[in-house]
T-cell receptor, first 114, second 117 residues
Framework: AQSVTQLDSQVPVFEEAPVELRCNYS??????LFWYVQYPNQGLQLLLK??????LVKGINGFEAEFNKSQTSFHLRKPSVHISDTAEYFC????????????FGKGTTLSVSS | GAVVSQHPSRVICKSGTSVKIECRSL??????MFWYRQFPKKSLMLMAT?????????EQGVEKDKFLINHASLTLSTLTVTSAHPEDSSFYIC?????????????FGEGSRLTVL
């Protein structure tokens, strides 16, 4: 079985500062990794995903993440955040078997202030 | 990207009544849909996997008689909360994946907020 740990429940940052949201996963098999963003009272939107290949993945809204197999991590980064990046961010893992759902971490609340 | 639509987005009901939430894939066929429940400031908890034309697969601890899931077509899955009680109040989100492989992202509906009085 897979599991996901998001190490920070809340991350407050100032506008234009860099940010890193941490994610570690546990799995005995190969997995796919995802980061989703959720704005209040809305569904989830995919930021980026890692399936294979280059370990540095670039997503939407200037976000990127790096897959580190040895550390079983998939941390999300953005060099300069905006107020509009304030949201809930979820890291998720999926087994590479067909029909498998995503298993989510508990989420990290990113609060960007001016 | 693919579009998943949920209806209703908000529903308020009295305790003891049943509520049906619809999840539709608008521009693709979804063999499998997933139902999640999200508590306030909590992660998404997978409730069940809905398979077109067959019975849903429920996660441990989820009452299948309480949360009835029907996936009658490749574009529609429904979740019925039967005899709802205040503790069933939550944000329910459905999702679907394009195609049968597991390499793609899950596309999520907008969510349905259920409030049971």
């Amino acid at each position: 079985a897979q599991s996901v740990t998001q190490l920070d429940s809340q991350v407050p940052v100032f506008e234009e500062a860099p940010v890193e949201l941490r994610c570690n996963y546990s799995s005995s098999v190969s997995v796919y990794l995802f980061w989703y963003v959720q704005y209040p009272n809305q569904g989830l939107q995919l930021l980026l995903k890692y399936l294979s290949g280059s370990t540095l993945v670039k997503g939407i809204n200037g976000f990127e993440a790096e897959f580190n197999k040895s550390q079983t991590s998939f941390h999300l980064r953005k060099p300069s955040v905006h107020i509009s990046d304030t949201a809930e961010y979820f890291c998720a893992v999926s087994h590479n078997q067909a029909g498998t759902a995503l298993i989510f971490g508990k989420g990290t609340t990113l609060s960007v202030s001016s | 990207g693919a579009v998943v639509s949920q209806h209703p987005s908000r529903v308020i009901c009295k305790s003891g009544t049943s509520v049906k939430i619809e999840c539709r894939s608008l521009d693709f066929q979804a063999t499998t849909m997933f139902w999640y429940r999200q508590f306030p400031k909590k992660s998404l908890m997978l409730m069940a996997t809905s398979n077109e034309g067959s019975k849903a697969t429920y996660e441990q601890g989820v009452e299948k008689d309480k949360f009835l899931i029907n996936h009658a077509s490749l574009t529609l899955s429904t979740l019925t909360v039967t005899s709802a009680h205040p503790e069933d109040s939550s944000f329910y989100i459905c999702s679907a994946r394009v195609g049968r492989t597991n390499t793609g992202e899950l596309f999520f509906g907008e969510g349905s907020r259920l409030t049971v009085l």
